[in-house]
């Protein structure tokens, strides 16, 4: 119970903190209140059904899973270990069933991680690595048992066959590498809008 409120509290303290709302420290208090917010939610729906899951308790799980579906459009599979701060800005459409998802990673709208063939068994081999850090764009679909690494950004409707370099922006049908940055701003998974010369 000790980590579901943590990972609650590290959700909810990136959702301050891209609110611009860094003087706020998380607390019962305030999760309670945020507990409806429609970005919010969601999480805490995904992280009781993980618990749940992790618990070995029956039914709950997929229960809370068909929950965030129906509500949010969003379906992640209590399976997924999923690392702290993880922000759904958007969650509709977005399906996550990563063998491994770090910490402060971004899912926008219509993102898809997963497995390349249908895998109901859940093969963590078959299945993407997400690093820290990661910025996954409206619409990029990341497939097969490769690796996403810290600070990458996929860029939106990208289809991601192929591991990504740490750092590294890739956009494209397959996508490839367009950027790569190595600067002060690559820990927070962010890149300047041009290349410097």
């Given at each position: 119970?000790?980590?579901?409120?943590?990972?609650?509290?590290?959700?909810?303290?990136?959702q301050y903190e891209m609110e611009g709302k860094t003087?706020?420290?998380?607390?019962?208090?305030?999760?309670?209140?945020?507990?409806?917010?429609?970005?919010?939610?969601?999480?805490?729906?995904?992280?009781?059904?993980?618990?749940?899951?992790?618990?070995?308790?029956?039914?709950?799980?997929?229960?809370?899973?068909?929950?965030?579906?129906?509500?949010?459009?969003?379906?992640?599979?209590?399976?997924?270990?999923?690392?702290?701060?993880?922000?759904?800005?958007?969650?509709?459409?977005?399906?996550?069933?990563?063998?491994?998802?770090?910490?402060?990673?971004?899912?926008?709208?219509?993102?898809?991680?997963?497995?390349?063939t249908a895998d109901n068994k859940f093969d963590p081999?078959?299945?993407?690595?997400?690093?820290?850090?990661?910025?996954?764009?409206?619409?990029?679909?990341?497939?097969?048992?490769?690796?996403?690494?810290?600070?990458?950004?996929?860029?939106?409707?990208?289809?991601?066959?192929?591991?990504?370099?740490?750092?590294?922006?890739?956009?494209?049908?397959?996508?490839?590498?367009?950027?790569?940055?190595?600067?002060?701003?690559?820990?927070?998974?962010?890149?300047?809008?041009?290349?410097?010369?």
């Amino acid at each position: 119970m000790s980590q579901l409120k943590q990972l609650l509290y590290s959700d909810l303290a990136r959702q301050y903190e891209m609110e611009g709302k860094t003087d706020l420290q998380p607390n019962l208090l305030r999760l309670l209140l945020r507990l409806p917010h429609y970005r919010f939610l969601p999480n805490v729906l995904f992280r009781l059904s993980r618990a749940a899951f992790l618990s070995g308790v029956p039914v709950v799980p997929n229960l809370l899973t068909y929950l965030n579906i129906v509500l949010f459009g969003l379906e992640i599979t209590p399976k997924c270990d999923i690392g702290p701060g993880a922000l759904f800005p958007h969650p509709t459409g977005t399906v996550v069933g990563a063998s491994r998802v770090g910490r402060n990673v971004t899912f926008t709208q219509g993102v898809m991680v997963g497995a390349v063939t249908a895998d109901n068994k859940f093969d963590p081999a078959l299945r993407p690595i997400i690093g820290n850090d990661v910025i996954l764009s409206a619409g990029c679909k990341v497939l097969g048992g490769i690796e996403v690494g810290d600070g990458a950004t996929v860029g939106a409707n990208s289809l991601v066959l192929k591991s990504v370099a740490p750092h590294s922006v890739v956009l494209g049908v397959p996508a490839k590498v367009i950027f790569h940055h190595d600067g002060p701003d690559a820990k927070q998974g962010r890149y300047p809008t041009e290349p410097s010369r």
